[in-house]
Protein backbone atom coordinates (compact mmCIF):
# COMPACT_ATOMS: atom_id res chain seq x y z
CA UNK A 1 0.00 0.00 0.00
CA UNK A 2 1.07 3.49 -0.93
CA UNK A 3 0.86 5.87 1.98
CA UNK A 4 1.58 9.67 1.62
CA UNK A 5 1.53 12.83 3.84
CA UNK A 6 -1.33 14.91 3.38
CA UNK A 7 0.49 18.40 1.80
CA UNK A 8 -1.15 20.57 3.85
CA UNK A 9 0.75 18.48 6.93
CA UNK A 10 -2.37 16.58 7.92
CA UNK A 11 -1.35 12.86 7.93
CA UNK A 12 -4.13 10.59 8.93
CA UNK A 13 -3.38 7.98 6.13
CA UNK A 14 -0.53 7.30 8.01
CA UNK A 15 0.74 5.57 10.46
CA UNK A 16 1.11 7.20 13.90
CA UNK A 17 3.98 6.75 16.32
CA UNK A 18 3.87 8.13 19.06
CA UNK A 19 7.39 8.53 20.76
CA UNK A 20 8.27 9.31 24.53
CA UNK A 21 10.77 12.21 23.50
CA UNK A 22 14.54 12.85 24.44
CA UNK A 23 17.58 13.92 22.22
CA UNK A 24 17.84 10.25 21.40
CA UNK A 25 14.75 9.44 20.70
CA UNK A 26 14.12 12.25 18.37
CA UNK A 27 16.18 11.05 15.29
CA UNK A 28 12.54 8.33 15.27
CA UNK A 29 10.63 11.50 14.21
CA UNK A 30 13.92 12.80 11.47
CA UNK A 31 13.79 8.99 10.05
CA UNK A 32 10.01 8.30 9.85
CA UNK A 33 8.16 11.92 9.79
CA UNK A 34 8.27 13.83 6.30
CA UNK A 35 7.32 16.81 8.30
CA UNK A 36 10.08 16.75 10.20
CA UNK A 37 11.31 20.49 10.44
CA UNK A 38 14.61 21.28 8.06
CA UNK A 39 16.27 22.79 11.03
CA UNK A 40 15.74 19.97 12.87
CA UNK A 41 17.16 17.23 10.06
CA UNK A 42 20.73 19.53 9.48
CA UNK A 43 21.34 19.40 13.27
CA UNK A 44 20.76 15.35 13.31
CA UNK A 45 22.94 14.79 10.13
CA UNK A 46 25.48 17.07 11.67
CA UNK A 47 25.48 15.76 15.17
CA UNK A 48 26.26 11.97 13.27
CA UNK A 49 29.21 13.90 10.83
CA UNK A 50 31.60 12.52 12.89
CA UNK A 51 31.56 9.15 12.04
CA UNK A 52 28.70 9.51 8.90
CA UNK A 53 29.68 11.59 5.71
CA UNK A 54 26.54 11.34 3.80
CA UNK A 55 23.37 11.08 7.05
CA UNK A 56 21.09 11.63 3.88
CA UNK A 57 22.08 8.40 2.11
CA UNK A 58 21.68 6.81 5.70
CA UNK A 59 18.07 7.70 5.76
CA UNK A 60 17.33 6.93 2.32
CA UNK A 61 18.85 3.27 2.47
CA UNK A 62 16.65 2.85 6.01
CA UNK A 63 13.49 3.91 5.17
CA UNK A 64 13.54 1.78 1.56
CA UNK A 65 14.13 -1.15 4.67
CA UNK A 66 10.87 -0.40 7.28
CA UNK A 67 7.92 0.13 4.46
CA UNK A 68 5.15 -0.78 6.50
CA UNK A 69 6.22 2.08 8.77
CA UNK A 70 7.87 4.84 6.50
CA UNK A 71 6.45 7.43 6.20
CA UNK A 72 4.52 8.25 9.45
CA UNK A 73 3.12 10.64 11.56
CA UNK A 74 5.27 10.93 14.60
CA UNK A 75 4.28 12.35 17.50
CA UNK A 76 6.66 13.37 20.51
CA UNK A 77 5.43 13.06 23.96
CA UNK A 78 6.66 14.18 27.02
CA UNK A 79 4.45 13.38 30.15
CA UNK A 80 2.23 10.54 30.57
CA UNK A 81 -0.89 13.09 29.61
CA UNK A 82 0.53 13.35 26.56
CA UNK A 83 0.93 10.14 26.16
CA UNK A 84 -2.29 9.10 26.97
CA UNK A 85 -3.95 12.29 24.71
CA UNK A 86 -1.85 10.83 21.69
CA UNK A 87 -2.57 7.19 22.42
CA UNK A 88 -6.28 6.81 20.36
CA UNK A 89 -4.44 6.92 17.27
CA UNK A 90 -1.74 5.56 17.79
CA UNK A 91 -0.41 2.58 15.76
CA UNK A 92 2.98 1.84 17.53
CA UNK A 93 4.39 3.46 20.88
CA UNK A 94 7.92 3.88 21.74
CA UNK A 95 8.75 4.39 25.36
CA UNK A 96 11.74 4.62 28.09
CA UNK A 97 9.83 5.46 31.06
CA UNK A 98 6.60 6.35 30.57
CA UNK A 99 4.04 3.36 31.60
CA UNK A 100 2.24 1.44 29.24
CA UNK A 101 -0.49 -1.07 31.46
CA UNK A 102 -4.43 -1.60 31.29
CA UNK A 103 -5.40 2.08 31.34
CA UNK A 104 -3.14 2.76 28.70
CA UNK A 105 -3.75 0.43 26.38
CA UNK A 106 -7.85 0.73 26.87
CA UNK A 107 -6.86 4.24 25.28
CA UNK A 108 -5.05 2.87 22.34
CA UNK A 109 -7.31 0.66 20.29
CA UNK A 110 -5.27 0.86 17.31
CA UNK A 111 -2.37 0.07 18.92
CA UNK A 112 -0.26 -3.21 17.44
CA UNK A 113 3.59 -2.83 18.94
CA UNK A 114 4.70 -1.92 22.05
CA UNK A 115 8.39 -1.25 21.69
CA UNK A 116 10.89 -0.22 24.86
CA UNK A 117 13.85 1.44 24.33
CA UNK A 118 16.06 -0.63 26.38
CA UNK A 119 16.52 -3.87 27.73
CA UNK A 120 14.21 -3.51 30.93
CA UNK A 121 10.83 -2.89 30.38
CA UNK A 122 9.66 -3.16 33.99
CA UNK A 123 7.28 -0.13 32.87
CA UNK A 124 5.24 -1.95 30.31
CA UNK A 125 3.06 -4.62 32.03
CA UNK A 126 3.44 -7.59 29.85
CA UNK A 127 0.35 -9.26 31.19
CA UNK A 128 -1.93 -6.93 30.10
CA UNK A 129 -0.24 -6.57 26.28
CA UNK A 130 -0.15 -9.95 26.34
CA UNK A 131 -3.65 -9.98 27.02
CA UNK A 132 -4.12 -8.13 24.23
CA UNK A 133 -2.22 -9.89 21.48
CA UNK A 134 0.14 -6.89 21.81
CA UNK A 135 4.19 -7.43 21.17
CA UNK A 136 6.38 -6.11 23.30
CA UNK A 137 9.82 -5.05 22.00
CA UNK A 138 13.16 -4.24 23.65
CA UNK A 139 16.48 -3.82 22.13
CA UNK A 140 19.87 -4.30 23.91
CA UNK A 141 21.49 -0.63 23.06
CA UNK A 142 24.61 -0.37 21.41
CA UNK A 143 25.42 2.76 23.26
CA UNK A 144 24.77 1.07 26.72
CA UNK A 145 27.46 -1.27 25.89
CA UNK A 146 29.73 1.12 24.51
CA UNK A 147 29.16 3.17 27.47
CA UNK A 148 30.29 -0.08 30.00
CA UNK A 149 32.98 -0.67 27.54
CA UNK A 150 33.99 3.41 28.39
CA UNK A 151 33.58 2.73 32.52
CA UNK A 152 35.86 -0.23 32.18
CA UNK A 153 38.57 1.88 30.14
CA UNK A 154 38.54 4.42 33.51
CA UNK A 155 38.71 1.61 35.23
CA UNK A 156 41.31 -0.12 34.23
CA UNK A 157 43.47 3.45 33.23
CA UNK A 158 43.45 4.38 36.90
CA UNK A 159 44.28 0.69 38.62
CA UNK A 160 47.18 0.86 36.52
CA UNK A 161 47.55 4.74 36.75
CA UNK A 162 47.88 5.09 33.14
CA UNK A 163 47.56 8.67 33.52
CA UNK A 164 50.85 8.72 35.15
CA UNK A 165 52.93 5.85 33.53
CA UNK A 166 51.87 6.38 29.86
CA UNK A 167 55.16 7.14 27.95
CA UNK A 168 57.47 7.16 31.35
CA UNK A 169 59.71 4.57 29.74
CA UNK A 170 62.67 6.08 29.78
CA UNK A 171 65.42 7.01 32.45
CA UNK A 172 64.44 10.77 31.72
CA UNK A 173 60.93 11.14 31.48
CA UNK A 174 60.42 8.55 34.58
CA UNK A 175 62.61 11.30 36.50
CA UNK A 176 60.85 13.79 34.77
CA UNK A 177 57.38 11.88 36.23
CA UNK A 178 59.32 12.36 40.25
CA UNK A 179 60.46 8.20 39.17
CA UNK A 180 64.15 8.44 39.72
CA UNK A 181 65.40 5.26 37.76
CA UNK A 182 67.59 2.77 40.11
CA UNK A 183 68.18 -0.51 38.62
CA UNK A 184 67.40 -3.66 40.19
CA UNK A 185 70.20 -6.03 40.76
CA UNK A 186 68.88 -8.37 37.96
CA UNK A 187 71.58 -11.02 39.09
CA UNK A 188 69.23 -11.74 41.79
CA UNK A 189 65.70 -10.27 40.35
CA UNK A 190 63.86 -9.35 38.03
CA UNK A 191 63.58 -6.09 36.61
CA UNK A 192 59.65 -5.61 36.04
CA UNK A 193 58.56 -2.24 36.55
CA UNK A 194 61.78 -1.15 36.34
CA UNK A 195 60.29 2.84 37.09
CA UNK A 196 58.93 1.91 40.24
CA UNK A 197 55.94 2.88 40.04
CA UNK A 198 53.84 2.41 43.56
CA UNK A 199 49.99 1.66 43.95
CA UNK A 200 49.32 -0.29 41.13
CA UNK A 201 46.06 -2.10 41.14
CA UNK A 202 45.17 -5.34 40.07
CA UNK A 203 40.91 -5.19 39.07
CA UNK A 204 40.73 -9.13 40.57
CA UNK A 205 39.38 -9.17 43.89
CA UNK A 206 38.42 -5.74 44.17
CA UNK A 207 34.86 -3.94 45.26
CA UNK A 208 33.08 -2.11 42.63
CA UNK A 209 30.38 0.10 43.55
CA UNK A 210 27.20 1.10 41.18
CA UNK A 211 25.56 3.68 42.10
CA UNK A 212 22.28 2.55 40.27
CA UNK A 213 21.36 -0.25 38.73
CA UNK A 214 20.14 0.34 35.29
CA UNK A 215 21.10 -1.07 31.99
CA UNK A 216 24.56 0.16 31.85
CA UNK A 217 25.65 -0.60 34.99
CA UNK A 218 24.28 -4.15 34.07
CA UNK A 219 26.37 -4.35 31.43
CA UNK A 220 29.29 -2.54 33.66
CA UNK A 221 28.87 -5.51 36.10
CA UNK A 222 29.40 -7.86 33.87
CA UNK A 223 32.14 -7.50 32.42
CA UNK A 224 33.54 -6.36 36.03
CA UNK A 225 32.60 -9.64 36.99
CA UNK A 226 35.00 -10.87 34.39
CA UNK A 227 37.64 -9.52 35.39
CA UNK A 228 36.83 -11.27 38.89
CA UNK A 229 35.60 -7.80 40.76
CA UNK A 230 32.94 -8.00 43.66
CA UNK A 231 30.55 -6.33 42.47
CA UNK A 232 28.21 -4.45 44.97
CA UNK A 233 25.60 -2.31 43.98
CA UNK A 234 22.53 0.51 45.42
CA UNK A 235 19.34 1.12 43.57
CA UNK A 236 15.99 2.28 44.92
CA UNK A 237 14.14 -0.85 44.52
CA UNK A 238 16.28 -3.88 45.53
CA UNK A 239 16.33 -7.19 43.33
CA UNK A 240 15.27 -10.15 43.89
CA UNK A 241 17.93 -12.93 45.45
CA UNK A 242 17.30 -15.42 42.40
CA UNK A 243 18.21 -12.20 39.90
CA UNK A 244 21.07 -11.09 42.06
CA UNK A 245 22.63 -14.51 42.62
CA UNK A 246 22.03 -14.81 38.42
CA UNK A 247 23.76 -11.45 37.76
CA UNK A 248 26.41 -12.42 40.62
CA UNK A 249 25.95 -8.59 42.47
CA UNK A 250 25.04 -7.74 46.14
CA UNK A 251 22.62 -5.54 47.28
CA UNK A 252 24.11 -2.42 49.56
CA UNK A 253 22.46 0.62 51.53
CA UNK A 254 23.92 3.73 50.14
CA UNK A 255 25.85 4.48 53.14
CA UNK A 256 27.04 0.99 53.25
CA UNK A 257 28.05 1.36 49.34
CA UNK A 258 30.38 3.82 49.85
CA UNK A 259 31.79 2.04 52.45
CA UNK A 260 33.01 -0.88 50.67
CA UNK A 261 33.84 0.57 47.31
CA UNK A 262 37.11 0.65 46.31
CA UNK A 263 35.84 1.87 42.87
CA UNK A 264 32.87 3.60 43.06
CA UNK A 265 30.71 4.50 39.23
CA UNK A 266 27.97 6.81 38.79
CA UNK A 267 25.00 4.97 36.94
CA UNK A 268 21.69 6.93 38.21
CA UNK A 269 19.76 9.23 35.73
CA UNK A 270 19.93 12.78 36.65
CA UNK A 271 17.06 14.79 38.04
CA UNK A 272 16.42 17.19 40.74
CA UNK A 273 17.04 14.49 43.37
CA UNK A 274 19.71 13.48 42.34
CA UNK A 275 21.50 16.80 41.62
CA UNK A 276 24.73 16.96 44.63
CA UNK A 277 23.83 13.51 45.52
CA UNK A 278 27.57 12.57 45.99
CA UNK A 279 28.48 14.86 47.84
CA UNK A 280 31.48 15.90 50.43
CA UNK A 281 29.74 13.23 53.28
CA UNK A 282 29.46 10.26 50.61
CA UNK A 283 33.15 10.80 49.66
CA UNK A 284 34.22 10.86 52.71
CA UNK A 285 32.71 7.55 53.21
CA UNK A 286 34.78 5.97 50.81
CA UNK A 287 37.61 3.62 51.48
CA UNK A 288 41.04 6.13 51.54
CA UNK A 289 42.48 5.66 48.09
CA UNK A 290 38.91 4.68 46.64
CA UNK A 291 38.68 5.73 42.83
CA UNK A 292 35.20 7.69 41.96
CA UNK A 293 34.09 7.09 38.21
CA UNK A 294 31.05 8.85 37.04
CA UNK A 295 29.71 8.46 33.35
CA UNK A 296 26.44 9.54 34.01
CA UNK A 297 26.39 12.94 34.66
CA UNK A 298 28.71 15.11 36.01
CA UNK A 299 26.21 17.60 38.43
CA UNK A 300 25.10 14.26 40.07
CA UNK A 301 28.86 14.62 41.95
CA UNK A 302 29.30 17.66 43.80
CA UNK A 303 32.44 19.33 41.98
CA UNK A 304 33.69 21.27 44.98
CA UNK A 305 33.99 17.95 46.61
CA UNK A 306 35.27 16.01 44.24
CA UNK A 307 38.07 18.83 43.98
CA UNK A 308 38.91 18.75 47.64
CA UNK A 309 38.46 15.02 47.74
CA UNK A 310 41.19 14.54 45.75
CA UNK A 311 43.43 17.69 47.06
CA UNK A 312 43.31 15.74 50.62
CA UNK A 313 44.28 12.70 48.84
CA UNK A 314 41.46 10.86 49.96
CA UNK A 315 40.56 9.82 46.60
CA UNK A 316 43.79 7.96 44.58
CA UNK A 317 41.91 9.44 41.30
CA UNK A 318 38.72 9.82 39.27
CA UNK A 319 37.71 9.13 35.92
CA UNK A 320 34.83 11.51 34.51
CA UNK A 321 33.56 11.22 30.58
CA UNK A 322 31.08 13.90 31.50
CA UNK A 323 32.13 17.33 32.37
CA UNK A 324 30.55 20.63 34.50
CA UNK A 325 31.21 22.26 31.37
CA UNK A 326 31.17 20.86 28.07
CA UNK A 327 33.78 21.95 26.64
CA UNK A 328 35.33 22.45 29.88
CA UNK A 329 37.46 25.66 31.07
CA UNK A 330 40.51 25.58 31.27
CA UNK A 331 40.26 27.24 35.08
CA UNK A 332 38.67 23.79 36.09
CA UNK A 333 40.65 22.24 39.20
CA UNK A 334 40.23 19.23 38.31
CA UNK A 335 42.36 19.50 34.89
CA UNK A 336 45.43 19.64 37.49
CA UNK A 337 45.18 16.27 38.78
CA UNK A 338 48.02 13.71 37.08
CA UNK A 339 45.31 11.28 38.97
CA UNK A 340 42.42 12.08 37.40
CA UNK A 341 41.28 11.33 33.67
CA UNK A 342 38.80 13.32 31.66
CA UNK A 343 37.30 12.50 28.29
CA UNK A 344 34.91 14.95 26.16
CA UNK A 345 31.53 13.20 27.09
CA UNK A 346 32.18 10.59 24.03
CA UNK A 347 31.35 6.74 26.18
CA UNK A 348 28.65 6.30 23.62
CA UNK A 349 30.65 6.53 20.52
CA UNK A 350 30.77 6.10 18.00
CA UNK A 351 28.13 7.81 16.66
CA UNK A 352 26.96 4.70 14.53
CA UNK A 353 26.00 3.34 17.30
CA UNK A 354 23.19 5.69 17.90
CA UNK A 355 22.10 5.09 14.71
CA UNK A 356 22.66 1.25 14.40
CA UNK A 357 20.42 1.21 17.74
CA UNK A 358 17.65 3.28 15.79
CA UNK A 359 17.96 1.04 12.62
CA UNK A 360 17.68 -1.82 14.68
CA UNK A 361 14.50 -0.84 16.65
CA UNK A 362 12.82 0.51 13.33
CA UNK A 363 13.86 -2.85 11.83
CA UNK A 364 11.99 -5.05 14.59
CA UNK A 365 9.19 -2.89 14.78
CA UNK A 366 8.70 -2.76 11.00
CA UNK A 367 8.70 -6.64 10.61
CA UNK A 368 6.12 -6.36 13.76
CA UNK A 369 3.71 -4.65 12.03
CA UNK A 370 4.05 -6.22 8.37
CA UNK A 371 3.27 -9.57 10.71
CA UNK A 372 -0.26 -8.32 11.74
CA UNK A 373 -1.26 -6.87 8.44
CA UNK A 374 1.10 -8.81 5.88
CA UNK A 375 -1.65 -7.70 2.87
CA UNK A 376 -0.59 -3.81 3.42
CA UNK A 377 3.30 -5.10 3.52
Known amino acids: ?21 DRVLRLVQ ?45 RLVNSPAEFKAALPQAEVAIVESLAVGADELALAPRLAVVQNFGLLADNVDATACQQRGLPVLTLRRRTNIAMAEHTLLLLLALARRLPLIKGTVSASRLAAAGFAH ?15 IPDLRTLH ?24 MNVLYHKRSRLGAAEEAALGVRYCAFDELFERAEFLSVHVPYSAATRGLVD ?5 RLPAGA ?12 HDALVAALQSGHLAGAGCDVLYGEPTPDTDPLLGFDQVILTPHLGGASRMNGLQDAEAMLLQIDAALRATRPAQS
Open 30 to 74: VILDPTTPAERVAAFADYNSTDLADFAAWLTALRARIPALYPAQV
Open 205 to 228: GLSLGLLGFGEIAREVAARARAFG
Open 1 to 21: MTRTADPGGAASALPVVVVEE
Open 291 to 302: YLINTARADIVD
Open 280 to 284: ASALQ
Open 182 to 196: RPYDSRHTASANYGR
